[in-house]
């Protein structure tokens, strides 16, 4: 830290408290902080009142997320500023296409959910009993803030398992970082209260919400949710004034209907607008869901001409590559508004503000000014002096997160460069790290005929990949522990199903 950053008047101190030693398990579980949104009761048991699930907590124990503990008659958060590693990806990974296309995020996830989906595809973070100490990271809000200011990032990323058990951190540092001219980005399954998000609505600018069906018995079964709640809350921000895009992962053979896909269309229309884009996202098996076969993607095209048909304008296909499905188009003229190809966005036909740039059309898009470049005084490498990774890609996996760590005394840059193909050596990205510092960003393809990534090191500066199955995904095991068999079910869910790889 600089400390150019001055501390936020909404932090509170910490209050540290003690498990019975029966509950205890992992050592990020043992402190706690004063949480928001309960009520205690004359029995000494407390209900909290941030999800809809409104727990009623009794002493010693935890709520169904598991982060949120009774604590002598108080509610109190067990993960605040614990988070895994922050990550440095784009604005696509997390679903939002008309918010600034293309721009970095620094993405920020944290322990425990609200939820149990079956086919959750964070489940080793959102199901906090998996979340091991070595695992954990302890983050300040001037610490993201200032992480995000020094790298000329503009979003910061609430994402992953579910943000939403992660309110008072979240608001604290989402305010700080308001105050820094940064743009906050919600990412959930948005099974909330609305008393809890309308304190959202005073910090966050963008919403990104995974609805899971329009079934509200699906909702039961599968993801231990309600429905109601989700729709209620994302019409809330959305009747706010909140940039709003919707998302939902289609699950093979569990909610990839054709009357899934109109039922969805139908809500998003009557309720949010045809403006608001919808995202259908290709899933691949994964925690207690690894009975079937990735989303056929042309089921997932015909749920994109369901919603099209309908009078969803803006309509896209996630977790998919070389798929036209992936672009905005002008619906006007249909020219090309924005080219994509997988994580990687460039808003070609947009004016500046946000105009079609052929027919001069209005289109609902918001950009961001290109920010200052960071100031870090960075050390120049010659190239042969930089200890090289490469990294190729298998089937379906084509991104990785890179952690470096660095040892050296100087702020070096890594470089990624594309390997193979007709671009094979193109720089794709550098990244500065800093004397001392451990950071994580992502890397992915780049055009249809890329092999892989190339990541040229510094001196002392060491990496770490860990493959990406799929976007909005954090990754937990390095390449090192995955054994390179199959690129259909991530090797831990292999391993929690007490399977093996054909
Ligand atoms: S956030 Fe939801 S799941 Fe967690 S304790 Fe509160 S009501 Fe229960």
Known sequence: MSGFLTRSRDLRPPREATLPRDQQQWNWQQA??????????????????????????????????????????ELVTLNYGKSVAMTEETIETEAVYHYAPGARILSMGNIGCMMNCDYCH??????????????????????????????????????????????????????????????NLFKSAFYISLEGAKELCEVIDIFSISLKSMDPTFYKRVTKGQLQPVLDATAYVFDRGKHVEVSSLLVTDANDREEDAYRLSRWVLDRLGPDVPVHFVRFHPDYKYTQVERTPVDRLERARAIALAEGVRYCYLGNVYDHAATNSYCPRCGSLAVERYGLVASPVGLTADARCRTCDEALPFRLLARPDNAALAVVDVDDRDRPVVDHEWRGDVKAVH?????????????????????????????????????????????????RGVRVQLAPDVHANLYEV???????????????????AVPEAAIRLQGGSRA
């Open 32 to 73: 706690g902080r004063p949480a928001a949104l309960y009520s205690a009761r004359p029995d000494g048991t407390v209900q909290c009142h941030l999800s809809p699930r409104n727990c009623v907590i009794r002493p010693g124990a935890v709520g169904f997320c598991r982060v949120r503990a009774n604590r002598g008659g």
């Open 122 to 183: 964070n489940w080793q973070t959102s199901q906090a009993r998996y979340v091991e100490d070595r695992s954990v990271h302890h983050y300040t809000p001037e610490q993201v803030v200032e992480s995000a200011v020094e790298r000329g990032i503009q979003v910061i990323s609430w994402t992953y398992n579910d943000p939403v058990v992660w309110h008072e951190f979240v608001l604290d540092t989402a305010r700080l970082a308001r105050r820094h001219g940064l743009v």
């Open 402 to 450: 890179v952690e470096v760590t660095s040892a050296a005394s100087a702020t070096y840059e890594v470089v990624v460069r594309v390997l193979g193909g007709a671009s094979d050596g193109r720089e794709i990205k550098r990244v500065p790290v800093l004397p001392g510092a451990q950071y994580r960003f992502i890397a992915c393809k780049s055009a249809s005929d890329d």
């Open 469 to 487: 199955y799929d976007r909005a995904h954090f990754p937990t095991n390095t390449i090192l522990e995955i054994e390179h068999s199959s690129d």
